[in-house]
Nanobody
Framework: QVQLVESGGGLVQAGGSLGLSCAAS????????MAWYRQAPGKQRDLVATITRGGSTNYANSVKGRFTISRDNAKNTVYLQMNSLEPEDTADYYCTAHVSAPGGPRWYWGQGTQVTVSS
């Protein structure tokens, strides 16, 4: 069984910064692509950023230049550094990872962490 555990959400004022982290744990697995999504109240879940095992990244236009995704393969952990936060960034943030594990490769999801940006 693979689990993703997120941490780092909270309340911040507009213009401030927050860092999120997400660690994958389990037995006999390897982590491939990882990503962050977010879901604002009443809206669909949207992609924020992705990162391959080799470190190639991709960002949603709304966060380019403000957010940075990174990972530590030795720790099976993905990070999201969020700067210049705006009230529109308020959402539940979810990490996801494509994992090769007994039973076959699949995407796993974290439980989500709340980010609130006040104006």
């Amino acid at each position: 069984q693979v689990q993703l555990v997120e941490s780092g959400g909270g309340l911040v004022q507009a213009g401030g910064s927050l860092g999120l982290s997400c660690a994958a744990s389990g037995r006999a697995f390897s982590v491939n692509d990882m990503a962050w999504y977010r879901q604002a109240p009443g809206k669909q879940r949207d992609l924020v950023a992705t990162i391959t095992r080799g470190g190639s990244t991709n960002y949603a236009n709304s966060v380019k230049g403000r957010f940075t995704i990174s990972r530590d393969n030795a720790k099976n952990t993905v990070y999201l550094q969020m700067n210049s936060l705006e009230p529109e960034d308020t959402a539940d943030y979810y990490c996801t990872a494509h994992v090769s594990a007994p039973g076959g490769p699949r995407w796993y999801w974290g439980q989500g962490t709340q980010v609130t940006v006040s104006s």
